[in-house]
C-alpha cells in the first residue's frame, strides 16, 4: 500500500517564474501548507534533457493541441490559419518544441516536495494549466494571466511559472531524471506531528 503521508512529487519553477523574483512566494505556499522540501537546486536544463522530461506520447501531444485548439475556438479564430494546422497531433509537436526551447532558454529552480498526497495537493496549490482560468489564492491565478491564443499567436509556450508532476507515476520518473538519490534528504519538520498526525 502506497504510503499517501509521504508522497514525493517533482515541482520546477520555470524560467518566468525565476526571472520574475517570485521562487521564495512559490516555495512559501508549499511550505505553509505543510509539504516539505526534500532536494533543491538551480539547473540550466539543456533541450536534450527536457527531450527526456516532456513525453513524446500521442495523449501528451494530443492535450497541448486540443487545448490550443479550443482556446482559438472560444477566441473565434482559425486555429488552421493561426498555426497552420487543425490537426491536435501537429499542433501539439509544434507547443512542445516552443516549450523545450523556452524552460532551456534560462535557469530554473526545481524541488521535491514531501507530504500527505503530494502530488494532488502541489497541483491544487499551483492552479490550472492556463493561467487566465487558474483560481485566485493559486500560484497561477496570483501571478500570471496568460493564455493559449496569445501564446500560439506569438509562436511560444504559455507562460505558467511552474511545472507540477502530475500523477504519482509521473512524479518518480521525474524525480529521478532531475535528482540523484544522494541530493534528496531525509529529516522531520517541526510541525509534521501536527500535520500528519505522526
Given at each position: 500500500?502506497?504510503?499517501?503521508?509521504?508522497?514525493?512529487?517533482?515541482?520546477f519553477?520555470?524560467?518566468d517564474?525565476v526571472?520574475?523574483?517570485?521562487?521564495?512566494?512559490?516555495?512559501?505556499?508549499?511550505?505553509?501548507?505543510?509539504l516539505?522540501?526534500?532536494?533543491?537546486?538551480?539547473?540550466?536544463?539543456?533541450?536534450d534533457?527536457?527531450?527526456?522530461?516532456?513525453?513524446?506520447?500521442?495523449?501528451?501531444?494530443?492535450?497541448l493541441?486540443?487545448?490550443?485548439?479550443?482556446?482559438?475556438?472560444?477566441a473565434?479564430?482559425?486555429?488552421?490559419?493561426?498555426?497552420?494546422?487543425d490537426?491536435?497531433?501537429?499542433?501539439g509537436?509544434?507547443?512542445?518544441?516552443?516549450?523545450?526551447?523556452?524552460?532551456?532558454?534560462?535557469?530554473?529552480?526545481?524541488?521535491?516536495?514531501?507530504?500527505i498526497?503530494?502530488?494532488?495537493?502541489?497541483?491544487?496549490?499551483?492552479?490550472?494549466?492556463?493561467?487566465?482560468?487558474?483560481?485566485?489564492?493559486?500560484?497561477?491565478?496570483?501571478?500570471s494571466?496568460?493564455?493559449?491564443?496569445?501564446?500560439?499567436?506569438?509562436?511560444?509556450?504559455?507562460?505558467?511559472?511552474?511545472?507540477?508532476?502530475?500523477?504519482?507515476?509521473?512524479?518518480?520518473?521525474?524525480?529521478?531524471?532531475?535528482?540523484?538519490?544522494?541530493?534528496?534528504?531525509?529529516?522531520?519538520?517541526?510541525?509534521?506531528?501536527?500535520?500528519?498526525?505522526?
Amino acid at each position: 500500500m502506497p504510503d499517501v503521508r509521504h508522497e514525493r512529487t517533482l515541482i520546477f519553477i520555470k524560467p518566468d517564474g525565476v526571472q520574475r523574483g517570485l521562487v521564495g512566494e512559490v516555495l512559501r505556499r508549499f511550505e505553509r501548507a505543510g509539504l516539505k522540501i526534500i532536494g533543491l537546486k538551480m539547473v540550466q536544463a539543456t533541450p536534450d534533457f527536457l527531450e527526456k522530461h516532456y513525453p513524446q506520447t500521442e495523449d501528451f501531444l494530443r492535450t497541448l493541441g486540443g487545448k490550443t485548439r479550443e482556446a482559438f475556438a472560444a477566441a473565434g479564430l482559425d486555429v488552421k490559419e493561426q498555426t497552420g494546422s487543425d490537426d491536435p497531433l501537429a499542433i501539439g509537436r509544434a507547443v512542445r518544441g516552443w516549450l523545450i526551447d523556452y524552460v532551456a532558454s534560462s535557469p530554473v529552480v526545481a524541488f521535491v516536495l514531501e507530504g500527505i498526497q503530494a502530488v494532488g495537493t502541489a497541483r491544487k496549490l499551483v492552479g490550472d494549466t492556463l493561467p487566465f482560468r487558474a483560481a485566485p489564492g493559486t500560484i497561477r491565478g496570483d501571478f500570471s494571466i496568460d493564455s493559449p491564443t496569445v501564446a500560439n499567436l506569438q509562436r511560444r509556450p504559455v507562460r505558467n511559472l511552474i511545472h507540477a508532476s502530475g500523477t504519482v507515476e509521473e512524479a518518480d520518473f521525474e524525480i529521478g531524471l532531475w535528482f540523484r538519490p544522494e541530493e534528496l534528504f531525509a529529516y522531520r519538520r517541526v510541525d509534521e506531528v501536527l500535520i500528519q498526525g505522526e
